[in-house]
């Protein structure tokens, strides 16, 4: 069983897929990347290229809907070396990106998703994949003519996250959809929504996907990748711990490779991002919502350190 760490925006920087990939995932994304910032010369958008020594296989995704910055995108990707699969993303639903024509504003314009394709396919060698939804709303399903614009256009595989444009992150996933998208697909079909414990991801591979990408339940804690393979997982102590020490190496990467962006100090580059992954991290565990309310306090590594140290019952693990 192939299990997946979902590409997702502010959490999955370099120092959170090195973590999931060493408790179990098998493949990982980066953040969503924008072509058009790309195009446009942004230093700071290239800090979402960087990977980690030790990382595992790493997809990028890349966001856009123009062939030409798409293309530029894409070879910008390769060249780095470091991805092993470019990705577009035609479902995010944030008005921010749908308003610009990105993600979900994709979902309905299957022609131009493959156009997108081509323009991606002809810039790189690497395996190039689609992220996509059943459709913008229940009454208009547009998943058999994206799956036909992916296969089209070559690519090797397509993820769908099976809740219509309409219900953003929530609601109940189409499941029967998903497993008939499998039915008809000639290429790998990835999984996504509402996996988070064994019943849930059964449910999800019984309708034939080839693999299972989680995103949410993995924010919430990574250690699910070890626990839905079966293997020990980690404590959350253990975990944080670790994820200090990435992000420590994570900025101090930055800091080297991109001298002129100023990036934040070892302590405010922790905090801000633990600042968020706290927040999930700790959900429903004993102490949660106290905990939650200190860490908004909390603004330099030995303060989080410590604030961590003083819930040991919150960080006894599951
Ligand atoms: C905070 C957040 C950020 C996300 N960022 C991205 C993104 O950058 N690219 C993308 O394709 N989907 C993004 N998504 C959607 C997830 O990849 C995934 O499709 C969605 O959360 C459903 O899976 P889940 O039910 O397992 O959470 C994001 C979702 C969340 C909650």
């Known amino acids: 069983m192939k299990l997946v760490l979902a590409p997702l925006a502010d959490f999955t920087n370099a120092a959170f897929r090195k973590l999931a990939s060493e408790l179990g995932a098998d493949l990982t994304y980066t953040e969503m990347i924008s072509a058009a910032a790309l195009a446009h010369g942004s230093s700071r958008t290239r800090h979402l290229f960087e990977t980690l020594p030790g990382e595992g296989p790493v997809a990028c995704q890349l966001f856009g809907h123009v062939p030409d910055e798409l293309a530029f995108a894409a070879r910008e990707a390769t060249a780095l070396g470091r991805f092993v699969a470019i990705d577009l993303n035609a479902g995010c639903p944030m008005p921010r990106i749908r308003q610009g024509g990105d993600g979900a504003a994709l979902v309905p314009q299957p022609q131009l998703v ?31 003519e994206l799956l036909d614009a992916a296969e089209t256009a070559g690519c090797a ?39 988070h414990n064994e019943a849930t991801l059964k449910a999800m591979l019984e309708t034939g996907v080839d693999a299972v990408m989680l995103g949410r339940a993995a924010i919430t804690n990574p250690a699910h990748f070890a626990g839905l393979k079966g293997h020990e997982m980690p404590s959350r102590k253990e975990l944080f711990t670790r994820h200090v020490e990435y992000l420590l190496d994570l900025q101090g990467q930055l800091s080297r490779n991109f001298p002129e962006d100023h990036v934040m100090p070892p302590d405010e580059f922790v905090c801000a991002t633990l600042h968020r992954h706290l927040f999930h991290y700790f959900k429903g565990v004993p102490g949660a919502a106290e905990l939650r309310r200190k860490i908004n306090e909390i603004h330099t590594l030995a303060e989080t350190r410590a604030l961590v140290t003083h819930f040991p019952l919150a960080l006894q693990g599951e």
């Open 157 to 195: 595989g397509i993820t769908l996250h099976a809740r219509f444009t309409s219900q953003m992150h929530g609601g109940t996933p189409h499941l029967e959809l998903l497993a008939e998208l499998v039915q008809r697909a000639h290429i790998p079909v990835t999984g996504n929504g509402g996996v």
């Open 114 to 144: 493959h156009d997108l394709l081509v323009a991606i396919k002809r810039e790189t060698n690497l395996p190039v994949t689609l992220k996509t939804r059943p459709g913008p709303s229940p009454d208009r399903v547009t998943m058999f």
